[in-house]
């Protein structure tokens, strides 16, 4: 079970706006810590998609957008394309400064 | 271009060891923060280790704490792990990746396959 938790899928036509939540914990996220977020097509390696919670590197479109508050972060998508297919992961730090992931979500563009 | 390759995965039977290496260029590895992430066949993403761009400052998930040991040659450009009593829920792509000054993992190299089987 992982430290922070995600839904396992969500989905959504084309064009639509598909949102991703990752919820932590007064330890995690809701301490202070950054949340950052990956895309993994499948295959591949993770990609960097957001880091210090809303910020996007460079490359990245700015149909990407992350955003944080309290114990929890959300990743939303809007102009969903078919290439956006992928498993997202969330990322923050814990009190003892260890690494956590949220357990993936899979988008499927319909 | 800034680059990542990881080495040394295999097949190894339950209890043996195995060192995996991973190779940086085209930034100064020397200053930045490493860290190891595995990810088991279908499963998601799994910090295992980081370690400081001096070494100063190592850390373990629990799961691997006692049995891995991190470490790093910045004249040599290299991160390894050396992964000893190893377990089949060790099996993973394991992949190293750099800490940006934000703590973000920003470069992540292509992975290296771990099987543990008899």
């Known amino acids: 079970q992982s430290v922070l938790t995600q839904p396992p899928s969500v989905s959504g036509a084309p064009g639509q706006r598909v949102t991703i939540s990752c919820t932590g914990s007064?330890?995690?996220?809701?301490?202070?810590?950054?949340v950052h977020w990956y895309q993994q097509l499948p295959g591949t390696a993770p990609k960097l998609l957001i880091y210090?919670?809303?910020n996007r590197p460079s490359g990245v479109p700015d149909r990407f957008s992350g955003s944080k508050s309290g114990t929890s972060a959300s990743l939303a998508i809007t102009g969903l394309q078919a290439e956006d297919e992928a498993d997202y992961y969330c990322q923050s730090y814990d009190s003892s400064l260890s690494a956590v992931f949220g357990g993936g979500t899979k988008l499927t563009v319909l | 271009e800034v680059q990542l390759v990881e080495s040394g995965g295999g097949l190894v039977k339950p209890g043996g060891s195995l060192r995996l290496s991973c190779a940086a260029s085209?930034?100064?590895?020397?200053?930045?923060?490493m860290n190891w992430v595995r990810q088991a066949p279908g499963k998601g993403l799994e910090w295992v280790s980081s370690i400081s761009s001096s070494s100063s400052y190592i850390y373990y998930a629990d799961s691997v704490k006692g049995r891995f040991t991190i470490s790093r040659d910045n004249a040599k450009n290299s991160l390894y792990l050396q992964m000893n009593s190893l377990r089949a829920e060790d099996t993973a792509v394991y992949y190293c990746?750099?800490?940006?000054?934000?703590?973000?993992?920003?470069?992540w190299g292509q992975g290296t396959t771990v099987t543990v089987s008899s």
């Open positions: 085209g930034f100064t590895f020397s200053s930045y923060s």
């Open positions: 990746a750099r800490d940006s000054a934000g703590m973000a993992m920003d470069v």
């Open positions: 007064s330890s995690n996220i809701g301490a202070g810590y950054d």
């Open positions: 210090g919670n809303s």
